[in-house]
């Protein structure tokens, strides 16, 4: 059953890559000779999503396990071996077992999603992703009535990612949801960007993403979904309680200790790019608010 | 010997040329920022680039008396450069920060009482300040014996400046760290020296 969300934005309206580069150059320019944008604050958010460069998406990644230099996973991520790829699904399922990857793609409906995706770092991207929603390969493994959260992992090969080599956090990467967040018609798994097949630096195969949430919690090259009843462990949440808790809802309102999470900085503005206000749930408060009815964000971080 | 050919060289070297030298990567990545050349997110790459030439030189500059001491090198007539280079990119570094990264005045000032890290660095620079106004020969002279006194605020300049770098860095990362073991060893060679003296 995909197709449960449509952005208000058609297919129609990303403009093409080639066309977008061109105006970006423009853009670069003009700001170069400080004809517009330059240190005038924050400036109303744009409505009209405007994806990113495929140059932008693929080049300026967070993926520790090549490198925490955010041009790491783009010189890095080829190590990985992609072929073949399979995905243990577990815990409370009716159908626990290896899901080889040819196997989950013959079965799912891959969708565009433009997405907003902003990181905890403060800044963000538009991204038109291709996948299919988690609801539906979820549904195919059979969820069963005692499941209250899902648990994802990332791969984890020392001979394939030299980031790993260092203790940067707890390997492998984890990250959880909670059963109804995973369910939502917003998440997917990313199995492509600007309809090409996602690239390793950016999760490659299948990846997961959440748009309201902060960008760390979209976990890449998944290798594991393990259906339990206890909240999961998260990386983040694991190397710093603190500043990263298990829901990291995109929150304007609630400051990561060491910085304000109020504005961000779109990627591809140039040297003088202006900084926008953030929105709360990154702007999908119409579609996911209503699932943290009654909660304290500021408790429930 | 080695040693004293590179002293022979370093004294026809004008102080000048090591202005000329240590300032151009600081219009080059300006350049590259300008020009695309910096990546996707330029603004942090060139405030990040010039934070971390401001922590070599203040490295470089505390290594000049141990490369004296030990190797008999004598290159302390560029210390003073080297010092007032180190000010100028944690001054272009704070600028950057300031006018293209957060750009809203409300949240400056927010940032540096409320961040640990920004209060930490943003201390460092205001260290600074007395050492680059006196980092001439007019104070030296009139300062006298209390000028080397005040210019070793240079040493808890560099701690904190370390600091700074480890604090702001996500998850548990190597590269601040070294830069933090560098300075205390540094920092530790001049002790063993004085208390050495002392004894003497």
Redesign the interface.
């Known amino acids: 059953m995909a197709n449960r969300w449509t952005n208000t934005l058609t297919e129609r309206d990303v403009t093409p890559e080639g066309v977008y580069l061109n105006r970006r150059q423009m853009i670069a320019g003009a700001a170069g000779l400080g004809l517009i944008g330059g240190a005038g604050g924050a400036q109303a958010q744009d409505d009209a999503l405007e994806p990113n460069s495929w140059e932008d998406i693929t080049s300026y990644n967070n993926y520790y396990e090549f490198g925490t230099d955010k041009g790491d996973p783009a010189r890095y991520a080829d190590a990985l071996t992609i072929e073949p790829w399979s995905v243990r699904i577990d815990g409370l399922v009716d159908k626990p077992g290896d899901y080889a990857f040819d196997e989950i793609m013959a079965k799912m409906t891959v969708e565009e999603r433009l997405y907003r995706f902003r990181c905890v770092e403060a800044w963000s991207m538009v991204v038109p992703w291709n996948g299919f929603e988690l609801a539906d390969l979820l549904e195919m493994a059979g969820v069963q009535s005692g499941a209250k959260y899902v648990a994802f992992e990332t791969v984890l090969r020392p001979d394939e990612m030299r980031g790993v080599a260092y203790p940067v956090l707890d390997w492998p990467y984890v990250e959880g949801l909670r059963l109804d967040e995973a369910m939502h018609p917003l998440t997917i798994m990313a199995t492509g960007i600007y309809g090409r097949d996602i690239p390793n630096q950016n999760g490659a195969p299948l990846r997961l993403i959440v748009p309201w949430k902060y960008g760390f919690k979209s976990i890449k090259s998944v290798v594991r979904i393990t259906l339990t009843d206890v909240e999961p462990p998260t990386s983040w949440n694991k190397a710093n309680a603190r500043e990263y808790g298990f829901y990291s809802n995109v929150n304007p309102e609630v400051d990561h200790p060491r910085w304000s999470q109020a504005t961000e900085r779109r990627i591809g503005g140039g040297l003088f790019s202006p900084r926008i206000p953030t929105q709360m749930f990154n702007g999908y408060g119409d579609e996911v608010a209503g699932l943290y009815e009654g909660m304290d964000l500021t408790q429930k971080f | 010997m080695l040693v004293d050919r590179i002293n022979a060289l370093a004294r026809r070297v004008p102080v000048w040329s090591v202005w000329l030298v240590l300032l151009a990567p600081a219009v080059w990545t300006f350049w590259l920022?300008?020009?695309?050349g910096?990546?996707?997110?330029?603004?942090?790459a060139?405030e990040r680039e010039l934070g971390e030439v401001a922590l070599q030189l203040l490295v470089l500059g505390l290594c000049i008396t141990p490369l004296r001491r030990f190797l008999g090198l004598n290159l302390i007539r560029f210390r003073r450069a080297i010092g007032l280079l180190a000010f100028t990119y944690v001054g272009l570094h704070l600028l950057v920060w300031l006018?293209?990264d957060?750009?809203?005045?409300a949240?400056i000032w927010?940032?540096i009482v409320k961040?640990?890290?920004v209060t930490v660095g943003f201390t460092a620079f205001l260290l600074m300040i007395p050492l680059a106004l006196t980092s001439n020969d007019w104070s030296l002279r009139r300062l006298g014996p209390r000028w080397r006194q005040l210019h070793k605020l240079t040493y808890g300049v560099a701690v904190l400046g370390a600091v700074h770098f480890i604090?702001?860095?996500?998850?548990?990362?190597?590269e601040p760290l070294i830069y933090l073991a560098m300075i205390l060893g540094l920092l530790a060679l001049r002790w063993r020296a004085s208390r050495r003296v002392q004894r003497a």
């Open positions: 920022g300008l020009t695309g910096l990546g996707a997110e330029p603004i942090k060139l006018v293209l957060v750009q809203i005045p949240q927010a940032d961040r640990p890290y604090w702001l860095s996500k998850g548990f990362q190597i």
